[in-house]
């Protein structure tokens, strides 16, 4: 099983900000099926990124992934008072899929 | 637009089965590349993939939980469901639905999830 985990656990920030977002695999992960995800409370996790990089459709553009092998990077290029939330990363490499811990980012 | 909607009693006993449903609207659950899975969501484990299925009945589960589930299809209702057996507290979670556009492919749209709570 790949063990996904990600860093920092909770990241305070202000509105503007530059968000960068870690996701380490156990083990090397093909780029293109690793996947983020924002999730608000209340609400089912949302795709913002598959491929490593790629921008799911309807997704604003401040949203971007990186990375490959173990490490993998969401950046948030100017925070949104609507992006505050738990982002997860995904890898669908391999069976059994698996998730993150998340990162919280929160309001400062 | 496709919408998914979980569906199925929010408190079960504990030793006993799980069911829930899921609906699929705004798309047919047959397409042909598509697969239909369960994940679920508690504050010990995370978000945690339980198994998905094609409309053509082909499952493949986390081995984890494979030996308790059951995943099926029907598509005359547009809908698939989750049998989970043998429940305890560790299998209270939120429950959701999602869709898979391929075999090793990112879920791309979720339903909104269901509480469920084991019960002693």
């Known amino acids: 099983e790949i063990v996904l985990t990600q860093s920092p656990g909770t990241l305070s920030l202000s509105p503007g900000d530059r968000v960068t977002l870690s996701c380490r695999a156990s083990q090397s992960v093909s780029s293109s099926y690793l996947g983020w995800y924002q999730q608000k409370p209340g609400q089912a996790p949302r795709l913002l990124i598959y491929?490593?990089?790629k921008t799911f459709p309807g997704i604003p553009d401040r949203f971007s992934g990186s990375g490959s092998g173990t490490d993998f990077t969401l950046t948030i290029s100017r925070l949104e008072p609507e992006d505050f939330a738990v982002y997860y990363c995904?890898?669908?490499?391999?069976?059994?899929?698996?998730f993150g811990q998340g990162t919280k980012v929160e309001l400062k | 637009q496709l919408q998914l909607q979980e569906s199925g009693p929010g408190l079960v006993k504990s030793s006993e089965t799980l069911s829930l449903s899921c609906t699929v609207s705004?798309?047919?659950?047959?397409?042909?590349?598509?697969?239909w899975g369960w994940i679920r969501q508690s504050p010990g484990k995370g978000l945690e993939w339980i198994g998905s299925?094609?409309?053509?009945?082909?499952?493949y589960y986390n081995p984890s939980l494979k030996s308790r589930v059951t995943i099926s299809v029907d598509t005359s209702r547009n809908q698939f469901s989750l049998n989970l057996s043998s429940v305890t507290a560790a299998d209270t979670a939120v429950y959701f639905c999602?869709?898979?556009?391929?075999?090793?492919?990112?879920?791309?749209?979720w339903g909104r999830g269901t509480l469920v709570t084991v019960s002693s």
């Open positions: 299925i094609h409309y053509s009945g082909n499952t």
């Open positions: 705004g798309d047919s659950i047959s397409s042909y590349s598509d697969y």
């Open positions: 995904h890898q669908y490499a391999s069976s059994p899929k698996t």
């Open positions: 491929g490593a990089y």
């Open positions: 999602a869709r898979e556009r391929g075999y090793s492919r990112p879920f791309d749209n």
